[in-house]
């Protein structure tokens, strides 16, 4: 099995929790590694199994003696437990030597299903939500301990200032078209040099690429992504939103909370082992819709995200217009909202448009 996601996103815990009587053997260690380095067959010899191989993207010739053992025991299940934080030479490796070999998982910042709240200020890493007071710091040296260093070691970043300077600029265009031009322009950059740096902060399970819907509906589609962070409090971070008050405050709320939802959907459709599968609607005549998702039958869910407490049937209609052109999907419409004190958490705020408490969404993927 493999394992990957953000640093800090909980991995190492996971595997040691439900592996208990499982050996540990971390990857970071200048010691071990200087050991596997020289003799990797041995010191896989002495291992027990289950054995969890932490960070195992920086011995990747590991994976071709793994890759023996297993086909040389193909009923044993189970053995071999591999997490990895970069996910781009992580993936190189398994697509290389593991393929068909090994079950592979993601394991994103903690969703609103395990937590039981949601805050935008402090998002799901486990650390800041165990310790809220201490999130600033947190952050800090996460960037600079993880972030800043995992990109470095991946695409050889020269220039840390400019770097980032890119991770404020990316987090200002959260919720946007992606637009690599606009990207680089200001920080003096190649596009090619952006994709990589963006390939990275995607791969990583930092950021989220969400692509447009294509189907043949008759009308001319935007065909680039829209670009997410996963983590909100990651985000705000970046954005130097410390406060409630300042969040409330900040042009860039709107995109952060729609960021917020559509992280949790597609945490549940990991945690659920279904298939990513989320997209955006926009057209060129101004048509657009926030989310589709796929929904059981061959039915498509439409979900607008909206930061207000005040519903209003104006917010429907982009999604009774695309309704109508899909009719044959049997569409489901939503406008995810936040509750009142004292308000309906659900509601019909136009025809065949029901307007949906963000707590209530939300708890459905607890189920």
């Not at 597609?266 to 955006?280: D, I, M, V």
């Amino acid at each position: 099995m493999v394992l990957t996601g953000p640093r800090r996103s909980g991995k190492t815990f996971l595997l040691r929790k439900t592996f208990p009587g499982g050996s540990y053997h971390l990857l970071e260690d200048p010691d071990v590694l200087a050991r596997v380095k020289n003799d990797p067959r041995g010191w896989l010899d002495e291992l027990k199994t289950p054995a969890i191989i932490d960070e195992i993207q920086n011995a990747p010739e590991l994976f071709a003696y793994i890759r023996a053992r297993i086909d040389q025991a193909p009923g044993k299940h189970g053995r071999w437990l591999l997490t990895g934080s970069q996910d781009f030479s992580l993936m190189q490796g398994v697509t290389e030597s593991m393929a068909g070999r090994a079950a592979i998982f993601q394991l994103l910042p903690l969703s609103y299903r395990e937590t039981g709240s949601w805050n935008l200020l402090r998002g799901g890493f486990p650390e800041v939500v165990l310790r809220p007071s201490g999130a600033r710091l947190w952050f800090r040296s996460y960037v600079q301990s993880y972030l800043e260093r995992d990109v470095r070691s991946l695409k050889a970043v020269k220039d840390l200032a400019t770097f980032r300077r890119f991770l404020t600029l990316v987090a200002s265009r959260n919720g946007q078209i992606l637009n690599r031009s606009d990207l680089a322009g200001p920080l003096g950059l190649s596009v090619p040099t952006v994709s990589e740096w963006l390939g990275v902060l995607e791969t990583t399970g930092h950021i989220l690429l969400v692509p447009p819907y294509f189907e043949n509906l008759g009308k001319r589609l935007i065909k680039s992504p829209k670009l997410y962070w996963v983590d909100p409090g990651l985000l705000c971070f970046l954005l130097g939103i410390e406060t409630s008050r300042q969040l409330e405050q900040s042009p860039f709320l709107g995109g952060i909370f729609e960021g917020f939802v559509a992280s949790e959907m597609l945490k549940n459709q990991a945690n659920s082992g279904r298939s990513r599968e989320l997209y955006f609607f926009r057209d060129q005549q101004a048509l657009e819709v926030d989310f589709l998702a796929p929904a059981p039958g061959g039915k498509v869910e439409l979900v607008e995200v909206k930061w207000t407490k005040t519903v209003t049937p104006a917010m429907a209609v982009p999604l009774q217009r695309l309704a109508r052109a899909m009719k044959h999907r049997s569409p489901e419409s939503i406008i995810v909202h936040r509750v009142p004190a004292g308000g309906r958490p659900f509601a019909t705020v136009a025809p065949g448009v029901k307007a949906v408490g963000v707590e209530q969404f939300l708890a459905r993927f607890s189920a």
